[in-house]
């Protein structure tokens, strides 16, 4: 029987060997367009991945600079080939890339030599159908940009596509960036980069994986006539034998752990011309942001907040009194319209008329009201987590997508969003606990850690009643605290006490809910207590003289959220984690004691977590106690297999049972 799995060490090793012994100068693709092998074709899985819905063959890309008349232009190509495996890996046939133009100039990019194709095995020969103008589409988004989409025909289960296109590009002081890493594997990408000796550039690689070959090296290139020769740097980079970067629990953003590689211009240097430095360091970023009107300029313009600071002023005498005034005045004057940016959409003056802005509009009005108290507030710029993290050794403004305001008070950085009026004073909402922001401070700043001393956490607290019919009748209290009394207010406000109740009880359909109490909804300084009068026969059953009893009711960990078995980037979990439930259960007359579930204690090395499981049985009453602590926002790779057997170890004990036997 013939083993049709992808196995391309053979084919790659000769690869190997022939480009060891090729010079450093550029190579061609290391496949060539059109000559597909029969046993690809044939091939119903991926070796090294047996999961995968399809396999990136190899994925091939040039940048390089020719003269066209008087202008140096940029020509990127790209050769991709990929293996289709199953009908879920039917997108892969689509792909799209963008195309810019300049707004104050002719400057453009467009695209030349699309060519693409299928192939398909059929009664043993390789039937090829070719990519088509009518399946070339482009789309365009605004004046300045558009994306322009292909689609490979005639696709099914193990087929081959392939295509290839060249972008020439007037912008000549960018490189596109590559990924060398998709949500399916990749057998070999591979990048080469020429740079003539005018261009500097910042390289920027990223990711997990290491690189097979990560190379700069001079050379000479020719221009073309009346440039002649010049010298150049080369840069090459292969990633081999790829693995599938999929979404996993507890991250940023997917794209923080992807291995890419990104080129920034530093300095440009022309033939006889003057030498441009376009690299900076943090101070020239404070600089810079300072001179924005839509940014620093913003903050000597205050006049329009004058009437709210001297009202202010009438009550609030010290410091905190007036922190904590103007946080309410913003966070409930002003209503955010979920756009998030470190620039406000135009002037915070109309922004306050109109009562809406974006985080920009609302965070810097912030600041310029505290400036109006005489507190010495400043702006912090950051990225969110699903933005990505910001390097803090490579200066790059589009990094960044959020701004909020820092206070320096008793020896800390009190540090504020006013975009969320149901969290508390110097509480950052999750999305910005990030690592760390860059503090503006006039023409200087410093990094600040964005971090948070709030948690999810969560206490329930049951006392129930075990019938001989098999269920539970009683109370039962749910404590959200920290950003889960954020969240469950939010929901509670937005979808108004009734409605919210209804979900309740949809969640939670195999529960009699009698009565729901809802306390402290509004007031942001408490725990959100949810108290429920019920009646609950999920997790308990009779069968003949014993009563099966789960005493986690539905409340407990039943599933590990890390199902992997190895994971090469960190677990993030951006605030601390508590989980409390306590529960006492009186058992019925005529019944004993069979068994229950033994206590438990697991720790984490250096007591990162914990997990408390605490059993009693005094007279006819039997109480159980659970307490999940995660003491670490962060817990890296090599703590993985650990974290992970921490959370099997909760569920097994989570599911175990008590029995109840009637007394002889």
Known sequence: MNNHNLNFKGRLLCLLLLLVGFSTAAQNSPIKFGKVEIADLQSKSYDKDTAAEAVVLCDFG???????????????????????????????????????????????????????????????KIEVTKLEKESIFLEKKNEYYSIKKITLPNVKEGSIIEFSYIIESDF???????EFQRSIPTVWSEYQVKVPEFYQFQVITQGYQPFLVASNTQESINLGAGVGTINATYYRFVQKDVPALREEPYITTIDDYRTQVEFEISAYTPRGGIHKNFSSTWNDFSKTLNEYERFGRLLNKGGFLKDVAATIKLTAKDSLSKIQAAYDYVSKNMTWNQNESFLATSNLKKAFETKTGNVADINLMLIVLLRELDIEADPVVMSTRTNGRVLDHYVLERKFNYVIAAIAYQGKWLLIDATEPMMSLGILPIRCLNGQGRLIHGDSGDWVKLESNDKLAKTVIANLEITPEGQLQGQLSINHMGYLAHDERVSVVKDTKAKYIENLKKK?????????????????????????????????????????????????????????????????????????????????????????????????????????????????????????????????????????????????????????KKAQ
């Open 172 to 178: 000549d002081t960018e490189v596109r960036p590559w």
């Open 62 to 124: 040039t940048h390089d600079y020719t003269f066209q008349g008087e202008n140096l232009k940029v020509i990127f190509t790209r050769h991709r080939r990929i293996k289709i495996l199953k009908k879920s890996g039917y997108d892969w046939a689509t792909h799209s890339f963008g195309l810019s133009s300049a707004k104050n100039s002719s400057a453009k990019e467009y695209a030349t030599n699309i060519k693409g194709a299928t192939y398909n095995l059929v009664n043993g």
């Open 508 to 660: 939670h359909s195999a529960w009699e809910i009698k009565t729901v109490d809802i306390e402290d909804e509004k007031d942001i300084t408490r725990p959100l207590q949810i108290k429920l009068d019920l009646n609950i026969t999920e997790g308990v059953g009779v069968a003949g003289e014993r009563i099966y009893i789960s005493p986690m009711i539905g409340q407990g960990e039943d599933k590990n959220p890390f199902t992997t078995l190895e994971r090469k980037y960190p677990v993030d979990f951006a605030a601390l984690i508590e989980d409390n439930f306590i529960a006492t259960y009186q058992i019925p007359k005529g019944y004993v004691v069979e068994e229950v579930p033994k206590s438990m204690k697991v720790n984490l090395p250096e007591d990162s977590g914990r997990f408390t499981f605490l059993v009693g049985k005094a007279d006819d009453r039997i109480s159980i106690s659970s307490k999940i602590q995660l003491k670490k926002t962060m817990y890296y790779a090599e703590e993985y297999e650990l974290l992970k057997r921490f959370f099997d170890q909760i569920i097994a004990k989570h599911a175990e049972q008590i029995v109840l």
